[in-house]
């Protein structure tokens, strides 16, 4: 079904546009990332070599080896050469920062409405600050105290306190515990770092006053962190985004 | 702080296995995706010629292509030969489904305990859940309604089971009308739909009162949904999603 789409929109795009050198690479990929997804390849498992998959799939061995240079590229397989019994083509266990990665950069460029990124970022950093109050370390809390100390600090400029304000909601993400959830959660985030900052700088003179209702905010969230009250920190959480974001679309 | 990361992880995987033919081309692209997150790239802009990108990072053409080639794969670039004023490489405004492949693809391969998967299918079901008391049209419901009937047809088997109910699953994260929050509802569950029939095929002869239970459990979500009782509907899709989940686990 997926596959039909793509292959009517890639119909669209030949229909449309000068043919580009070669699109046989793409449908390489779709191939390998089937099989991934259905279970056929696990992680370790290695590849035919360029020349056997060439044959299978009847394209050439320069598109198997696009395809492949396109996958690594992006985490899913690895490429060593030599003759030991890592070498060869195999299924990466991706790293968790490659996920993030990618999200982060594909809800930077996928233009998303913003109200739709502000819902996804509640409910995300809710479940974030909700795991968090249950299962922070007291090394957790420490570093965000020591965010929080860092934003208190009177020399702290806009371009310093959004670094800050981007760190202290990683940690709580971090601190839930929930890898995938903390992934979410990060990617989302980061991709806000910019907008975040363009909303610090259109603040203008009142920048000062609404830095210190962020860091009134960002306390009452690890009062309740600290407690492990998770309802509160969340309900915390939950106006925080909101109010920030309200305040930014009324100017 | 990520790029120190992930050199570091490059610098482990050189110290311990052969050296590949070219790692330059992961320096190009990462160059590139920091243009994008920085917003120094927008949605449409064109990327300088390969020869004079080439130059500007020291790098040779053949990295920048393979860079450029990787980034087309992920949806990222589009790269048009002519003359016309959309010819070049220039930054693609991604279609949803770039992400939610790759998102699959990447839940697929990470190897997140079972049960951050399920807290996070937990999490975003409910908030789609939620939005779709609100949102869902009378053209959702009636997408929804067919499902369940065909669900319940005496002769639908695991397999078609399974699609099914991926397929109500996936109805109700559209319907809730946030596109950033339905493309990660959708990537997380249809990663699950191996591991699922997975859990069907396990169940054995006590399938058919496993699936009794679902098809029950789905029809008080839709019933929700209809008389638009959000609260009620994402109370019901957690018991629906923790219930089986148990229930797989207790085999």
Not at 39 to 66: H, K, Y
Not at 151 to 160: I, Y
Not at 200 to 214: I, K, M, N, P, T
Request: hydrophobic content about 45%; some cysteine.
């Amino acid at each position: 079904m997926a596959e039909v789409e793509a292959d009517e929109q890639r119909e669209d795009i030949r229909r449309w546009r000068p043919v580009a050198r070669s699109r046989t690479y793409e449908l390489v990929i779709d191939r390998v990332e089937e099989q991934i997804v259905t279970g056929q390849l696990r992680v370790g498992d290695r590849l035919p070599a360029e020349r056997d998959l060439a044959q299978m799939l009847s394209v050439s061995r320069a598109a198997v080896r696009e395809a492949f240079r396109a996958l690594e590229a992006q985490g899913v397989l690895r490429m060593s050469v030599g003759t030991g019994p890592d070498s060869g083509t195999t299924v990466a266990a991706l790293p968790s920062e490659a996920l993030k990665r990618l999200l982060r950069l594909h809800v930077a460029l996928a233009n998303f409405p913003a109200q739709d990124v502000v819902e996804a970022r509640v409910m995300l950093e809710r479940q974030s600050a909700r795991n968090a109050a249950e299962r922070a370390t007291a090394a957790d809390l420490k570093e965000m105290r020591e965010l929080l100390a860092a934003m208190d600090d009177a020399d702290c400029d806009r371009v310093q306190f959004n670094e800050l304000d981007t760190d202290f909601h990683l940690a709580i993400a971090e601190a839930g515990g929930n890898r995938l959830i903390a992934d979410m959660t990060i990617a989302v985030r980061e991709s806000m770092r910019l907008p975040l900052l363009e909303g610090f700088q259109a603040l203008g003179d009142s920048w000062r006053s609404a830095a210190e209702r962020l860091r009134r905010e960002h306390q009452s969230i690890y009062d309740a962190l600290e407690t492990g009250d998770g309802a509160t920190a969340q309900q915390h959480m939950e106006n925080h985004i909101r109010g920030f974001w309200a305040s930014v679309r009324e100017r």
